[in-house]
């Protein structure tokens, strides 16, 4: 089956809201189709499995039908997909691992941003970041390194860092505080610095941290 | 400033948000602190790689499936109206 030909790009998802609100596929359908990639990514970098991540893009776009009517546009329509596509994903990764899927509970070290790892592999990267962007193995390591995250600092280094929203709307998005963000993306910021410096990173321009605090 | 407080506002400082005053001690401590400049560094190459990767594309069959499902939930629910 074909898709249908996308309403023009120049109308806003407020207007695709209101108009799906009155009824109309056809501006359903395009706002599924200018969502479910972002939705699509988001859950295949949770997930790791395109069943999965199926499965989580047809779960949140679902809901949003379901709920389009109480949709009152107080977060953009995007930010709300992405709330929608983000507490599905964490309640199957947690389903997965024989969990409770109470989701993203805030545990009282989240907050403390001295309990932050130090940095231990200090060193130059031998490669740009435009040069590495198209070496086909990187990905393969920016998939890695963001699967050693836990998930709850995943998610929130997805939705600042790649998805683009703000510590704001991310904190709206996840049910945090703004603090609770900062101090997850700084968590996920850093080990992934990390992980990938340790293969990234010149060894001969390794750098050793002495352990005592020097002040400047 | 000491390292460790660096780090505590190492997100502002790469998203441009830390205020100037705050902004002027963090980079009086890197450019006597190779450790981390080479850090601060390395976050925002870390954070490029991710923003400029390749997206997962959404395969055509996928898209498709999604589309029916959907399109079968809109009917119901305009038919129960």
């Known amino acids: ?216 | 400033m000491k390292c460790e407080e660096l780090l505590a506002m190492l997100n502002e400082y790469v998203d441009g948000t830390v205020n100037p005053a705050i902004c002027e001690e963090f980079e009086r401590h890197m450019a006597g602190c190779n450790p981390c400049q080479v850090v601060v560094d390395n976050i925002r190459k870390t954070i490029t790689l991710y923003k400029n990767g390749e997206p997962y594309e959404i395969p055509a069959e996928c898209r498709e499936r999604l589309h029916d499902v959907l399109r079968k939930k809109w009917h119901e629910k305009h038919a129960a109206k």
Do not use: C
């Open chain 1, 1 to 216: 089956m074909t898709m249908p030909a996308p309403l023009s790009p120049e109308i806003p998802d407020v207007e695709l809201v209101r108009r799906a609100q009155a009824g109309d596929l056809d501006a359903f359908e395009a706002l599924t189709q200018r969502h479910e990639q972002r939705v699509y990514g988001l859950a295949m970098r949770m997930l790791r499995q395109e069943h999965d991540a199926e499965d989580i893009t047809q779960q949140t776009f679902l809901s949003v039908l379901e709920h389009l009517d109480g949709f009152r546009g107080e977060a953009s329509f995007s930010t709300w997909v992405l709330r929608i596509a983000s507490h599905a994903a964490l309640k199957l990764i947690r389903k997965r691992k024989g969990l409770p899927t109470v989701s993203l509970d805030e545990t009282p070290d989240d907050d403390d941003i001295h309990a932050v790892p130090h940095p231990e592999y200090i060193a130059d990267w031998r490669q740009s970041p435009e040069e590495l962007i198209h070496q086909h193995e990187i990905q393969r390591l920016l998939d890695e390194a963001l699967a050693r995250l836990d998930e709850k600092h995943r998610l929130v280094f997805l939705l600042r860092d790649v998805e683009g929203l703000s510590v704001k709307e991310a904190a709206a998005a996840l049910d945090l505080s703004e603090a609770n963000v900062k101090v997850r993306l700084l968590r996920a910021r850093l080990q992934l610095r990390e992980h990938l410096t340790q293969t990234l990173g010149d060894p001969a321009s390794r750098l050793i941290r002495s352990h005592h605090q020097h002040e400047h």
